[in-house]
C-alpha cells in the first residue's frame, strides 16, 4: 500500500522543511551518516504528521523503532523488502513506513542476509505506540489492528498519513533500544527507538529487555 500524505502546503521554495518522502529517500545502498537520519525522520514524522486510519480516526505517533540494512549497517533483524520508500508494509511483526527495499532481491538471493552485497539496502520504520484524545495504543500489532480495522467492506477509505505541523503536543525521546531484537552483532544494542516523552517511558522487563510503557498520571 502506497502512503498518500496529505499536506496543507504542497509548494516548495528554497527554504521548505524538506517532505517525509524526500526524508525516507536518504535512506539507501551507499548511506553512511545513518543515526543521524533516524533521528531527523523521527523528529519530523512524530511532531509534524498524524495516521488516519480505514475507519477515519486520526492518531498521533508515540512510538517509532527503526530498521535498516546495507553495506554500511549490516544489521541482519530486518526485514527484506523489494518496496518503494513511502509504502505501508503489514508482517506478523506490526506495520512498517518502508524506506527503498532491494531491487535485486529475487528468488536466488532470498534467503540470504546480503552482507556480501554492495547494492542492497532495505527496511522501514515500525510503528509501535500511537494515540487521541480517546485512547494510548501501545504494541506494533495493537497497532495494526486499530489502523486496519473498521473500514467497510463496501469501500472503506484508505491508510494515510496527513500533515499537522506543529500540532502534535509530542516531545520526542532520546533514543532508546528497540523491543526484543536478538541477532548475533552489535545492532541489538543499538538505541533506534524514539518515543513521545510526554506520555511514555522506559521500561525493563523480566528477561533484561527494554520496552515503553504508559505514564501513570
Not at 101 to 127: E, F, M, P
Request: glycine content about 6%; charged content about 25%.
Amino acid at each position: 500500500m502506497n502512503i498518500e500524505i496529505n499536506s496543507a502546503n504542497n509548494e516548495k521554495s528554497a527554504n521548505a522543511v524538506p517532505s517525509l518522502i524526500d526524508l525516507l529517500n536518504e535512506l539507501n545502498a551507499e548511506t553512511e551518516d545513518i543515526k543521524n537520519k533516524f533521528k531527523k525522520i523521527a523528529e519530523e514524522l512524530m511532531c509534524n504528521y498524524q495516521i488516519v486510519s480505514v475507519s477515519g480516526e486520526k492518531f498521533n505517533i508515540h512510538e517509532i523503532e527503526f530498521y535498516f540494512f546495507n553495506r554500511n549497517h549490516l544489521d541482519t533483524s530486518v526485514h527484506h523488502h523489494n518496496m518503494k520508500a513511502g509504502h505501508w508494509r503489514v508482517h506478523y511483526s506490526g506495520l512498517d513506513i518502508t524506506f527503498n527495499g532491494c531491487t535485486y532481491l529475487n528468488d536466488t538471493c532470498k534467503n540470504k542476509k546480503c552482507v556480501d552485497c554492495k547494492l542492497s539496502s532495505y527496511g522501514g520504520i515500525l510503528i509501535r505506540s500511537i494515540g487521541n484524545s480517546e485512547s494510548i495504543i501501545i504494541g506494533p500489532l495493537r497497532v495494526q489492528t486499530s489502523l486496519l480495522s473498521g473500514g467497510s467492506i463496501l469501500g472503506s477509505k484508505s491508510l494515510f498519513i496527513e500533515e499537522n505541523r506543529g500540532c502534535n503536543n509530542n516531545k520526542v525521546s532520546k533514543p532508546s533500544k528497540r523491543c526484543g531484537v536478538k541477532n548475533a552483532n552489535k545492532f541489538e544494542e543499538e538505541d533506534y527507538c524514539y518515543y513521545n516523552e510526554n506520555l511514555l517511558i522506559n521500561s525493563l522487563k523480566s528477561d533484561g529487555t527494554t520496552t515503553r510503557v504508559a505514564k501513570k498520571i
